[in-house]
């Protein structure tokens, strides 16, 4: 059971969606959506363009044991797109580690925090962006896509916030049982043995390891496991 909220402007939901902490005792899951963010964060210190009320500004905190925290990434990542996935005519494809691409062009991000208590995790917050019913883009029109523009169709916004959540959950159950399949995160990545960009040199992914790594071999033959590195793509 989990309790999900909404707001019509805020900062950025990762940060508001910790004002419920207290509520998280009796519930398995927080969840907060934004029609606006003033500041929407982005991975690695960007920002993400939240202004359109089009889209979707979703943020989950949860209390869940997670042993592996590259996990929740992937988790995250593959319940995006399975719901995405329902969408008639769209093909959504995952870039390392979590970016939702769809034709060349990005459909979504994740931003995933984690808190602790020492060196136990105590909580962590997972941010979704996803550009849904935006007809245009302020700054990255060249670069990002949205579900309407790919498809010329508008869709329910809540409906699809429900079942990402619900998809989350039952992924992060699964993970729990050991029934989580690292194939379904695998699968779904566009760029697996392809020539990419890691650190400014040419370098060839070659899969994910089963603890969420992606192995790259570089230019001397030598393997290399990246956590949370970026890669560039030249598409
Ligand atoms: C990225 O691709 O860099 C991650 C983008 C994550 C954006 C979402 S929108 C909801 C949540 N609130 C934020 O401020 N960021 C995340």
């Given at each position: 059971?989990?309790?999900l ?13 910790k ?32 202004l359109?009320?089009?889209?979707i ?66 909580y ?42 619900d ?32 650190e ?8 994910i ?5 992606l ?21």
């Open positions: 059971m989990g309790l909220f909404h707001k019509d402007t805020v900062k950025s939901t990762n940060t508001s969606v004002e419920y902490y207290d509520l998280l005792d009796k519930n398995d899951y927080i969840a907060l959506y934004s029609d606006v963010q003033e500041a929407g964060r982005g991975r690695l210190g960007r920002t993400w363009e939240s359109s009320d089009d889209n500004y979703l943020s989950i905190m949860m209390k869940r044991k997670i042993e592996n925290i590259n996990f929740l990434t992937i988790i995250a990542g593959v319940s995006v797109c399975e719901v995405l996935e329902d969408i008639e005519g769209l093909e959504p494809k995952i870039k390392w580690p979590n970016d939702i691409f769809v034709n060349g062009k990005k459909l979504s991000g994740i931003l995933t925090e984690c808190s602790y208590s020492g060196s136990t995790l105590s962590f917050v997972i941010g979704i962006g996803v550009n849904l019913n935006n007809e245009s883009f302020k700054d990255f029109q060249d670069i990002a896509t949205s579900v309407y523009k790919e498809t010329k169709k508008k869709y329910d916004k809540v409906e699809i916030i429900k079942k990402i959540i998809q989350l959950n039952k992924n992060i159950d699964k993970y729990g049982n050991k029934e989580f399949d690292i194939q379904a995160y695998e699968k779904r990545i566009f760029h697996l043995k392809r020539e990419v960009y890691f400014g040199e040419k370098v060839l992914t070659k899969g390891d089963d603890i969420g790594n192995i790259v071999e570089n230019q001397k033959g030598e393997e290399l496991k990246l956590t949370f590195s970026e890669i560039s793509i030249k598409l």
